[in-house]
T-cell receptor
Framework: DAGVIQSPRHEVTEMGQEVTLRCKPI?????LFWYRQTMMRGLELLIY????????DSGMPEDRFSAKMPNASFSTLKIQPSEPRDSAVYFC?????????????FGAGTRLSVL | QKEVEQNSGPLSVPEGAIASLNCTYS??????FFWYRQYSGKSPELIMF????GDKEDGRFTAQLNKASQYVSLLIRDSQPSDSATYLC?????????FGTGTRLTIIP
């Protein structure tokens, strides 16, 4: 099993540019989670999907952030326009359907730097 | 007040000793609790989870849960240098995990 796959691993962009982060969950998993990790705030849940449907986006910081899951094997997190305070590591995680579920497996993360 | 609180450390423990990591939570609706280990520059990886009061053992690791006191702990026996990492505690409510800020553990050879 390849695990959760995220791309790109590193992204450096200039303020105002659009950034798109990508995630492929583990095959057979039906829940997908996007997190942001910073030194100051730790690991924070941004949004999660169940069966491709957004369930809770209360962690999305503002309208500049959007996430989609067009099918069971792909999700994107988009920031438009990006700002320096968006610099962080963004993780995607997935979990299996219950009763096997509730254990979240994390991807390697995308380190975003907004200059 | 954060929903999940951890002592940020750093916690230094001699090799071979027991490392004790603690976590408290405020949401009594929390159903399960997870301990993740995160090496510097890497992603979190699951160490253990627990959902019933009492102890759960897996090799050198023991997770303890006390729902009345809203307290979760992780004990690492026979600590090894490879255990040096940041340990994240998380509580689950309806599939959502809320993480503490993590405790940085250093095992001293």
């Amino acid at each position: 099993d390849a695990g959760v796959i995220q791309s790109p691993r590193h992204e450096v962009t200039e303020m105002g540019q659009e950034v798109t982060l990508r995630c492929k969950p583990i095959s057979g998993h039906n829940s997908l989670f996007w997190y942001r990790q910073t030194m100051m705030r730790g690991l924070e849940l941004l949004i999660y999907f169940n069966n491709n449907v957004p369930i809770d986006d209360s962690g999305m910081p503002e309208d500049r952030f959007s996430a989609k899951m067009p099918n069971a094997s792909f999700s994107t997190l988009k920031i438009q326009p990006s700002e320096p305070r968006d610099s962080a590591v963004y993780f995607c995680a997935s979990s299996a359907p219950r009763p096997l579920g509730h254990i979240q497996y994390f991807g390697a993360g995308t380190r975003l730097s907004v200059l | 007040q954060k929903e999940v609180e951890q002592n940020s450390g750093p916690l230094s423990v001699p090799e071979g000793a027991i490392a004790s990591l603690n976590c408290t939570y405020s949401d009594r609706g929390s159903q399960s609790f997870f301990w993740y280990r995160q090496y510097s520059g890497k992603s979190p990886e699951l160490i253990m989870f627990i959902y019933s009061n009492g102890d759960k053992e897996d090799g050198r690791f023991t997770a303890q849960l006390n729902k009345a006191s809203q307290y979760v702990s992780l004990l690492i026996r026979d600590s090894q240098p490879s255990d040096s990492a940041t340990y994240l505690c998380a509580g689950e409510v309806n599939e959502k995990l809320t993480f503490g800020t993590g405790t940085r553990l250093t095992i001293i050879p």
